[in-house]
RNA sequence: GGCGCGAUAGCAAAGCGGUUAUGCUCUGGAUUGCAAAUCCAGUCAGUCCGGUUCGACUCCGGAUCGCGCCUCCA
């Protein structure tokens, strides 16, 4: 039984589908002006996660994730960069999606871009001003009238009189009241735009994803999904929108991921002190990164540190440790596993608001029960073949064991020179001349190269 | 000021009103030529103050501290 902790109502629901089976999720994607960074990725391995584990459990799931390729912050980095404004956003969605591919993110069933949609965020507008909720500005823009409807705030537990009062509203002779905010925005000279009934002019943020979830998920759809500074206003105003609009509850489920910290500090644009995915990946392998962001709850905020990368990696190293013998298994079907007591345990703690750390627990028992069967060649290719199976659905675990081991650290001594030396080692140990073979040992250890010696499979290596 | 979240062992991080979370680290043992890896065993918890209860880390109240949102941000 799925159960998902709601934002709205505050609480863990189990959860209902509209349609039998079926899933709606729509999750807020980024603005491309700029690379991806940490924070971006939690979000993103957060749903892909949660969208494997749901297509595992045979939900049928429609996962739709907009790209908003039209924006402030769009047109001034273009003009900064003297750069069309269209081909800036088609290089981030480039790089976006390749550093998605690096951490083992799926692509969503749909991927909505605004400028694809400017018709239907129109005629959206037009609905909401003709029923009240909105007006045209006498310079061009459009507002939605905040006060016209009576649930804003019931995302946020925000009280709309308080917003008014609140420090931070700027004073603008052209709205009805500060509180409204824009559907859409005339154009100034030189900038993209738009013909509309209100004259040129491109769409507000808000109203992108009222339209395009509605045209992609439906009035009404399960899931709405977004990053931790997404609820308001961002999620609160397409609520008024869609509503207002539509006339029908907008979303059964709100889901937020915990925000990326840095020092204590929230990761964030404006704070300037964020990583992209690609400083990350130059120094870490893409799996560790994704290991790090599954290994905790997707709504605990997480600290992104030194220390929790070498501490990722080295769980990591664990499940390839016991994997070492079976590269060549491939992950169980789930069919075959239904009786397995390591699956079903898998299975509540995903269900249990996808509870990836409570997951991973259990495969740690199985890694345990996996290195106890290394003389039971059937049972222990089963169980290689079940943790593979649960790693699939994390998005881990599908490396070749041996080539994540030698892959880590410092490059600095190739693994022919590597390889040579165990040889040279391996005799020096048949002579028994042991002073020789563990001058090798230690002077590749300084190297950051460790030597396992094992009865069975001979000397392996790993680089730490 | 308003709204909300959190406080768990050396570090990271979960569930749970009474029974081992888990990973890393540490200690002892097995194994090894010696190591490493692995296995077995073990040490170390629940910010503070009240309350409910036969019994609370787990529920309730309060305090303290930390964090997020309230402005573009995942």
Redesign the pocket.
């Known amino acids: 039984m799925l159960q998902i902790y709601n934002t709205l109502t505050?609480q863990k629901e189990i959860f209902k589908p509209i349609h039998e089976g079926k899933i709606s999720l729509y999750v807020?994607g980024?603005?491309v002006y700029d690379y991806c960074h940490i924070?971006?990725a939690?979000?993103l391995v957060a749903f892909d996660v949660i969208t494997r584990f749901l297509r595992s459990q045979n939900w049928d799931v429609n996962y739709v994730r907009n790209i908003t390729d039209i924006d402030d912050?769009i047109i001034n980095r273009a003009k900064e960069n003297s750069e069309e404004y269209t081909h800036l956003t088609s290089r981030f969605i480039q790089a976006m999606h390749e550093d998605e591919k690096s951490l083992e993110i799926k692509r969503p069933d749909i991927e909505p871009r605004a400028t694809a949609y400017i018709q239907e965020i129109i005629d959206m507008s037009k609905i909401l001003i003709e029923k009240g909720h909105a007006y045209a500005a006498s310079n061009g823009d459009v507002y939605y009238r905040v006060t016209s409807f009576a649930d804003y705030g019931k995302l946020?537990?925000?009280?709309v009189d308080?917003?008014l009062s609140?420090a931070?509203?700027e004073v603008d002779e052209i709205k009805e009241d500060p509180r409204d905010?824009v559907l859409w925005k005339a154009a100034k000279v030189d900038e993209p735009s738009w013909s509309s009934p209100w004259g040129n002019g491109r769409p507000g943020?808000h109203i992108e994803c009222s339209a395009m979830s509605k045209k992609c998920c439906g009035d009404t759809f399960d899931i709405h999904g977004?990053?931790?500074?997404?609820?308001?206003?961002?999620h609160e105003n397409e609520i008024a929108q869609s509503e207002a609009a539509n006339g029908r509850k907008y979303v059964n489920y709100w889901m937020h991921?915990g925000?990326?910290r840095v020092d204590?500090?929230?990761?964030?644009?404006?704070l300037g002190n964020f990583f992209t995915i690609r400083d990350v990946l130059e120094k870490y392998h893409p799996e560790v990164v994704r290991f790090l962001l599954v290994?905790?709850?997707y709504r605990?905020?997480?600290?992104y540190s030194e220390?929790?990368l070498i501490?990722a990696r080295?769980?990591l190293e664990?499940f390839y440790?016991a994997l070492r013998d079976y590269a060549d298994v491939a992950p169980l079907a789930l069919s075959n596993m239904q009786e397995s007591n390591y699956y079903k345990a898998f299975v509540e703690a995903m269900n249990?608001d996808f509870?990836t750390?409570?997951a991973?627990?259990g495969m740690?028992?199985l890694?345990?029960d996996l290195?106890?069967a290394k003389s039971d060649t059937v049972l222990a290719k089963n169980l290689a073949a079940q943790l593979k199976a649960f790693g699939l659905i994390l998005g881990v675990l599908q490396e070749n064991p041996e080539v994540f081991l030698q892959a880590g650290g410092s490059d600095a001594i190739s693994a022919e020179e590597i390889e040579n030396l165990i040889a040279e080692r391996i005799q020096a140990?048949n002579d028994k001349n042991?002073a020789r073979?563990?001058e090798i040992?230690k002077s590749l250890l300084v190297q950051g190269v460790?030597?396992?010696?094992?009865k069975v499979a001979g000397t392996q290596w790993r680089r730490e």
């Open positions: 505050r807020c980024i603005t924070g971006h939690r979000v912050k946020t537990n925000k009280n308080e917003l609140g931070r509203i905010f943020w977004g990053g931790p500074d997404l609820p308001f206003p961002h991921a925000a990326v204590g500090e929230k990761m964030s644009k404006s290994s905790s709850h605990s905020p997480i600290n220390d929790n501490e080295a769980g664990r440790g249990d509870n750390r409570v991973l627990a740690y028992d890694v345990r290195n106890n140990k042991f073979a563990d040992r460790v030597l396992e010696d094992s």
